[in-house]
């Protein structure tokens, strides 16, 4: 496993016999053959800012996928998504507008049924108790109007929504106030979730979901995006990248489905905060801010000086040995007045 040096019991058998379910004693089978290249979102791929001033009408489809795929080399698991990749896509709406909604569990991408539960929703289960479907049954379609603005979570909600949230089920969707939001240079949109598996993190093999570890809420990773270091500076895709004297603002979804993350930038502060993806009054110069699970954070940096700026879970042993980090590379000319590596 890539340690983060570079920071100096159900009641029902959701699995119908599918096999996902294993003791954490048992040895670990074989990895299997990923059916896709990657899981992990790209976290610079988002809809831009809403540029329209009067309620629209959305039609957006939603498809489940489950899919094998490495949490780190040699090492596979079966995820469970939306639209395979994790978080699931941010959908983007401004507050008034309407969302006509395709939901769909393609039989030939899933063993399960799914729903979906929008936070952003009044509704029956948000959404969830319209939108349950076994494989091959849908699409189904639902439809509501965006009420209230702020950045909400969405995620699978059936019985055995716990499994499916850990394996990926989780997203998104940011509703802007009439207003709009303050333009910012770049946008970017991290998930956090936690895998809870048969395996220690770093085992070779195929992990598979280990409920007793879920209900201890003793997880073998916490990652960001499917992956373990996905986006650290030598992670599979490396940092994001930034140019100094940019605004940066972050969505930080927490999937949970247990952990409050304690999120930090190290080298720098969340110059503008707004709580639990809420766009009333924002908080100035946080240091680490804690996202619950099942909910949005929107935040905001400047980047005055050139260097990485390491996002990080501040329970730091989730950093440290569990997979949970990403950085953002700043490019630019030293900025001296501010910071000095080397002063005479």
């Not at 699995?15 to 040895?27: F, L, V």
């Not at 596979?76 to 983007?92: H, K, N, S």
């Not at 109007?145 to 499994?163: K, L, S, T």
């Not at 400047?302 to 996002?311: E, F, Q």
Request: hydrophobic content about 35%; charged content about 25%.
């Amino acid at each position: 496993m890539l340690l983060a040096g570079q920071l100096a019991q159900t009641n029902e058998s959701d699995d119908n016999g599918s096999g996902y379910d294993a003791d954490r004693d048992d040895d670990l089978a074989p990895a299997q053959e990923p059916d896709v290249d990657r899981i992990a979102a790209d976290p610079t791929d988002l809809p831009p800012p809403v540029d329209w001033d009067e309620p629209r009408r959305h039609e957006i489809t939603l498809r489940t996928e489950e899919h094998v795929a490495e949490i780190e080399p040699e090492v596979t698991y079966q995820y469970m998504t939306f639209e395979g990749r994790i978080p699931g896509p941010l959908i983007r709406v401004r507050r008034g507008d309407t969302i006509h909604l395709t939901f769909d569990v393609p039989d030939d991408r899933n063993a399960l049924p799914h729903n979906i539960d929008f936070h952003a929703v009044y509704g029956p289960g948000g959404g969830a108790d319209d939108t349950t479907i076994a494989p091959g049954e849908g699409p189904v379609e639902i439809e509501f109007r965006a009420e209230y603005p702020g950045i909400f979570d969405y995620h699978c909600a059936v019985p055995n929504m716990d499994h499916h949230i850990s394996s990926g089920m989780f997203g998104a969707i940011l509703v802007e106030p009439e207003d709009g939001l303050p333009e910012v240079d770049q946008e970017l949109y991290f998930g956090q979730h936690e895998l809870y598996t048969n395996g220690e993190a770093g085992d070779a093999g195929h992990h598979q979901v280990d409920f007793d570890a879920m209900v201890a809420e003793n997880p073998t990773y916490v990652l960001l995006n499917g992956e373990a270091y996905a986006f650290a500076e030598d992670g599979p895709y490396g940092a994001v990248e930034a140019e100094r004297g940019e605004r940066v603002r972050i969505y930080y979804a927490n999937g949970g489905p247990n952990l409050t993350a304690a999120v930090h930038p190290i080298g720098n502060v969340w110059e503008t905060l707004y709580r639990d993806g809420s766009f009333g009054d924002a908080a100035n110069w946080v240091e680490t801010t804690p996202v619950t699970p099942g909910t949005v954070t929107a935040a905001e940096l400047d980047t005055p000086v050139p260097g990485p700026i390491k996002l990080v879970d501040h329970a730091i042993t989730r950093t440290l040995r569990k997979g949970n980090l990403a950085a953002i590379d700043v490019a630019g000319d030293p900025n001296e007045s501010i910071y000095d590596p080397d002063p005479e």
